[in-house]
């Protein structure tokens, strides 16, 4: 018998995190905030060779890999199974199959130690990856997030609740990361490729920002610029030219990133917090964290960036998110489904 009305709420608790929303099967041990281990096992280098994540190969890879990573992270920890207080797993949003993994083994587990799960939604997963690195951090704040799936500026009100302020009207800046770096004929994962180039490059070639203009409410959209690289290459390649591609790579990067910085600093001041912080993906990519720090500092605000392996899929920040809700008693009950989309 498994009944959420009789557990009780500890003041350090143990929380087991899993996250398993693409193609990293990831485990995770917190005594609070404080991170004790936080192991990964990523099907990256087996997805590169189709360029990109196919879906059966990352159900399957974490079906192999849940058991070892759970066993992996409590060994680090120098904790037994008997001394979890509470199991925390992504249920959406993310590839069906690949969630599914992660929280039936959770609610397994934690149907079998008896003690409560408490299911995550991966994008307060990243909002949360700040509490981890600045464990005082309380709300309110503004939180920049920028993933493969989302991209969006959130008013965090309460560590239980946020509103969307800004989002994206078609691609994550993630995604689009990933499709210039295919047009680029650039390695996956495309985030950090696009990046690399970049570096090599100026932002001279001129493509359209990722600010939509002449919109009632403030949104963002990526598919245009997508297409605009695409665009610029094929047509300089007609005319027999050969494009300078890190020039294009380093004009995507400010295209993208630019408004995200500039709208997040300005949306931060009109609501009248005094921190930032940023969270998924997107926020690993230096250009952002150089040009989000020195707006923030300008602004007078305070911002937390998440180290980079707190940035992209981890389980810490889905424990972190975890004991949100495990403070607040927000438990789940074993019949959580999975949930391919989760509406912001
Ligand atoms: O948060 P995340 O690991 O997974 C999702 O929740 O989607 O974000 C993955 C995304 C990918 O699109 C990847 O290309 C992008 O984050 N990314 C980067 C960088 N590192 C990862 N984008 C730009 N620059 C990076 N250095
Ligand atoms: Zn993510």
């Known amino acids: 018998m498994y009944d959420i009305s009789k557990f009780s709420i500890k003041k350090e608790p143990v929380i087991l995190g899993i996250e398993s929303s693409c193609d990293e099967t990831a485990c995770a041990v917190l005594r609070g905030r404080k991170i004790l281990s936080d192991r990964i096992i ?3 280098a087996e997805q590169a060779i189709y360029g990109g994540v196919v879906p059966e190969i990352a159900s399957r890879m974490h079906t192999e890999a849940v058991d070892e990573v759970c066993r992996l992270a409590l060994a680090d920890a120098g904790l037994a199974p008997g001394d979890v207080d509470c199991i925390a797993a992504t249920y959406g949003a993310g590839l ?3 969630l599914l993994v992660g929280l039936s083994f959770a609610k397994a587990f934690a149907f079998a130690l008896g003690v409560p799960f408490v299911a995550v939604n991966h994008i307060r997963g990243h909002i949360a990856a700040a509490y981890l690195d600045k464990p005082d951090l309380e709300p309110p704040f503004v939180t920049l997030l920028a ?3 989302h991209t969006a500026i959130l008013h965090t009100e309460t560590f239980n609740a946020f509103r969307v302020l800004a989002s994206t009207s078609d691609d994550a800046a993630g995604e689009a990361f990933d499709k210039c770096a295919r047009v680029l004929g650039l390695p996956y994962p495309g985030g950090p490729s696009v990046q690399k180039l970049a570096a090599q490059g100026r932002p001279v070639v001129k493509l359209p920002s990722a600010l939509v203009k002449n919109s009632e409410t403030l949104r963002f959209s990526y598919s245009g610029l997508k297409t605009a690289v695409l665009n610029t290459v094929h047509n300089a ?8 591609l890190a020039d294009i790579a380093a004009s995507f990067q400010c295209a993208a990133i630019d408004p995200l910085v500039k709208k997040t600093v300005e949306l931060a001041l009109k609501c009248g917090v005094k921190t930032v912080t940023a969270g998924g993906g997107v926020v690993a990519n230096d250009y952002l964290r150089s040009t989000l720090s020195a707006a923030c500092k300008k602004a007078g605000l305070a911002l937390v960036l998440p180290e980079k392996r707190h940035c992209t899929d ?3 920040m889905i424990a972190s998110e975890g004991l949100n809700k495990y403070m607040a008693g927000e438990f789940s009950g074993l019949d959580v489904n999975a949930a391919a989309a989760i509406a912001l």
């Open 314 to 316: 981890n389980a810490a």
């Open 147 to 149: 993933s493969g799936g």
């Open 96 to 98: 069906l199959g690949a």
């Open 237 to 244: 390649r007609q005319r027999g030219e050969w494009p300078e």
């Open 42 to 44: 990523s099907s990256a």
